[in-house]
């Protein structure tokens, strides 16, 4: 078919918050980074008495082009950019000490395989040993340390990792660009970090520090970069003993070095305990967010990466009857030949066998018809990308497959207003077989209103065609 061209909330409760719909955030989304993938993110700290090594292995079967992006804590610009080519099972070194700008600065590292040449677009590494297509790691892997000098400690762990999928958040193929819009790096996009633990502050010796990342994805046609992001945080200390002992806001831009103490503001912290760090409202539609956690007492050290959640469910829209088994319930039914009658029994009367349960909608049916299923949904605030589908089968004797001058169409309106649509003719019928479409109208553009959905089925007084709806749902994933 052929488109019509129309126009915290309260800190979130740990992990026994409903951890929501994650099979529905599919690959696109994670809440944490790898330890292995398709690109490659590390802190790293050069400022004085501190000094960090990264390493980067490629277990592909191919040698590798990266491209290595050094950016400074406020993620404005590019404070070096190095070339490496990694043969297959090969390995290096980085050491931003010894990096003409870098040294002297903290920040983060982007390390990104890129198509060999003088371009820098980023492309997807073959898997080690044929990967499965849903595996969620990839080729690069690596490690790095931090080293604070002036304790003679220092702690290092894996890098952080990511893939890179397709638009439905499938493992993207080897070789594929990822341009941004058909393939793109995975969203670490949690709702909360947590500290998982952190010794007693008042040991004497005792140092800690934590290192929040807050930034965006910058596709560009011979690039990929990353930029600032701005995100609220709602910080809860938890003791030993699961009592609340303090609570603070902080906003992360860019890189954040910070401590336990100072989450806990003028809070003194006198035990042990763990760090709960939820978002106030959704990231950013190319917001990532993750950070570190250090300790160390003389020179005896420990960190580890903060564990994401998605710790609260979505709000989501709800369709209701979807799959018209209820009959008219929650439907309006406007028709100018089936008054009342647009919602039928399955392989009756010339419909087909519905897609599921018993009932389905049949649109158009006669010449000069106008049909009409309305319903009056809620879009709550902070609702994802929502996207109206279903299974249809057409059936059209129209000749007239026109997008210029539409004869046969079936519409999608919102308050009145046409936002979608597509043209019907037997150019396009599926025969008895049951189809997936949807409609490309995010719903989320109207978030915290109510609004009347209208799905309208028009044919002309030529040939008729008849539209079979069955199935309905809401998806977060763009048709």
């Not at 002036?150 to 660009?177: C, E, H, M, W, Y």
């Not at 929650?330 to 087909?352: D, K």
Request: contains cysteine; proline residues 6%.
């Amino acid at each position: 078919m052929h488109r019509l061209r129309a126009t915290i909330a309260a800190l979130l409760v740990l992990v026994a918050a409903c951890l929501g719909d994650v099979e529905a955030r599919a690959q696109s989304l994670v809440a944490a980074p790898g330890t292995s993938g398709d690109q490659l993110l590390f802190f790293y700290d050069a400022t004085a008495g501190r000094t960090p090594f990264l390493v980067v292995s490629n277990l592909s079967p191919s040698a590798l082009t990266l491209d290595i992006a050094w950016y400074p804590q406020d993620l404005g610009r590019r404070l070096a950019t190095q070339r490496q080519t990694l043969a297959a099972g090969g390995n290096v070194v980085l050491d931003p000490s010894q990096v003409q700008g870098v040294n002297g600065n903290a920040g983060i590292t982007v390390v990104t395989p890129i198509v060999e040449g003088a371009e820098a677009r980023p492309v997807v590494p073959e898997p080690v040993n044929d990967s499965l297509a849903s595996a969620p790691s990839g080729p690069l892997v690596g490690g790095f340390t931090l080293a604070d000098l002036s304790t003679g400690s220092a702690f290092g762990q894996n890098p952080l990792a990511r893939i890179a999928v397709t638009a439905d958040g499938k493992r993207a193929a080897a070789g594929a660009v990822v341009d941004g819009t058909t393939v793109r790096y995975q969203r670490i996009a949690p709702d909360a970090l947590t500290i998982p633990f952190y010794f007693d502050p008042s040991t004497a010796g005792f140092t800690n520090r934590a290192i929040l990342g807050a930034f965006e994805d910058r596709y560009a046609a011979d690039i990929f970069s990353i930029g600032p992001a701005s995100v609220d945080l709602q910080v809860g200390l938890i003791d030993s003993t699961g009592a609340d002992v303090a609570s603070a806001s902080i906003t992360v831009n860019g890189v954040l070095f910070t401590d336990v103490q100072t989450l806990a503001d003028a809070t003194p912290l006198t035990s042990s305990g763990k760090v709960i760090l939820g978002t106030t409202a959704p990231l950013p539609a190319s917001a990532n967010l993750l950070g570190l956690m250090s300790q160390s007492l003389g020179t005896f050290s420990v960190g580890q990466g903060l564990p994401g959640y998605f710790a609260r469910k979505a709000p989501t829209i709800v369709l209701d009857n979807p799959d018209f088994d209820l009959g008219r319930v929650g439907w309006g039914q406007e028709s100018q030949n089936f008054p009342g009658a647009l919602i039928v029994e399955g392989g009756t009367g010339g419909a087909p066998v519905a897609d599921s349960g018993t009932r389905l909608a049949w649109l158009g049916r006669v010449n000069g018809e106008t049909s009409e299923l309305s319903q009056v949904i809620d879009v709550p605030a902070g609702v994802g990308p929502s996207f109206i589908k279903f299974r249809y089968q057409i059936a059209s004797e129209e000749t007239e497959c026109s997008q210029v001058t539409p004869v046969d169409t079936l519409l999608l309106f919102v308050d009145g207003k046409q936002v979608d649509g597509v043209v019907i003719c037997a150019g396009f019928n599926t025969g008895p077989t049951w189809t997936d479409f949807g409609f490309v109208t995010d719903l989320a553009d109207y978030a915290g209103k109510t609004i009347a959905l209208r799905i309208r089925g028009s044919t002309n007084g030529t040939l008729p065609s008849s539209v079979f709806l069955d199935s309905l749902r809401i998806d977060s994933t763009p048709p």
